[in-house]
């Protein structure tokens, strides 16, 4: 019963700082994203393929990176010309508003329209943690089975859009995507699904267009306020 | 700071907890694992492949399986047989001493040598959490990449045993078995590593002749002591 008080005042704090992350987000046109995914699912391969169309479509993006340890996944952004600024967490199994209160000036100076924060690989904690995102995508890697929606129903909920990644390598598993389709859908019926892989390239093009959509109609309502 | 000192009571009373499980444990000759991976890794899948094995070189094994939600995974391990507990964290990210207690009665009631516990999927928390077991295992899917180990280090640290699981997706990944055990025993030198296909079954005897091995040898230890 204590523990749940201390939960709740964590989660309270948390929350206040993410309301003032999103305010500031959102007066300046910058489009978030929180990428939430259990280790190894592929956010970091994935982001690199999205990195050419979405220079190409909002001029520039951003990505914060967190990790427990080193700074592997940031190298890789960072080597596709695009500004990364990693957070390394310790112990902590996932980024916290206050982590993003950090990165905010940051975010804010790459004078960027869409961010996308990496958070460390978790598909349980990372959905009691706003961040002040506008939306949260989960990402589900073929590999990891069709049943795991049903199993962390918390993160698919928590989400706007989910991408199923590693698609090249359904025929070699057991995964069916229509029943993690089904699955996905039965937890959260207004989940926005894509399809992909960072080998073929397949359904890249689809989700920037999403994300870039997203991003630019956000910045023409800030425009019209400003 | 104020974070750090709840977290460490928490931590020390789980400790307390982790040690009266251990001794019960080891007082009746039950060898315990604690199978902790990513989402979707295989632990219940090798836990069904395991089975017949354990079975045959022990006569009895018993199962207690965290899951967030549901029952999914104890009901596939009860169909081959094994007495399995479920315990339902609800939005708890791994298995606490204080889960493990209230199972601990039950597990002796089986009369087992060998009790696996299947933790949550996560490869952060249950690092802390000490359950009171004699050795934890980390699976990890080669689906997930050769760099895990860097970048979750502490699971590593924790483990006795690592096994990779999923080599017949090697040839259709990026993962080099050998970089991985390289990554794996630079956090852990004395990790023991094993490598299993649940879809071959590679690997699978191996695995289980070295914990029907551990078993054994603590069974013997606690007749001696009686």
């Known amino acids: 019963m204590h523990d749940i008080l201390i939960e709740k005042k964590i989660l309270a704090e948390n929350g206040a700082i993410a309301g003032a992350n999103r ?13 939430v995914s259990s280790p190894g699912a592929g956010k970091t391969s994935l982001i690199e393929q999205m990195a050419p169309l979405l220079l190409e479509a909002l001029d520039a993006f951003a990505v914060v990176v967190g990790d ?10 960072a ?53 002040g995102e506008d939306m949260m995508v989960t990402v589900l890697s073929v590999a990891e089975g069709d049943d795991k929606p049903l199993k962390y129903p918390a993160i698919f909920n928590t989400s706007g859009a989910l991408v199923i990644n590693k698609i090249d390598l359904a025929p070699y598993t057991d995964f069916d995507i229509g ?7 039965a937890i959260n019926p207004v989940l926005q699904i894509f399809e992909t892989s960072c080998r073929t390239g397949e359904g890249i093009k689809e989700f920037c267009a999403f994300l870039a959509a997203k991003a630019l109609a956000l910045r023409r309502e800030a425009d019209t306020n400003r």
């Open 179 to 185: 029943r993690a389709r089904r699955n996905a859908l």
């Open 68 to 77: 427990l340890e080193g700074d592997l996944d940031a190298v890789r952004i």
């Open 79 to 131: 080597g596709h010309g695009v500004p990364v600024k990693q957070i390394t967490t310790g112990r902590a199994c996932h980024l916290d508003a206050h982590d993003i209160a950090h990165a905010l000036q940051w975010a804010l100076d790459q004078n960027t329209r869409l961010l996308i924060i990496e958070n460390v690989g978790n598909m349980v904690c990372p959905a009691e943690y706003d961040l």
């Open 23 to 35: 305010r500031a987000f959102i007066e300046r046109g910058v489009y978030v994203i929180n990428m």
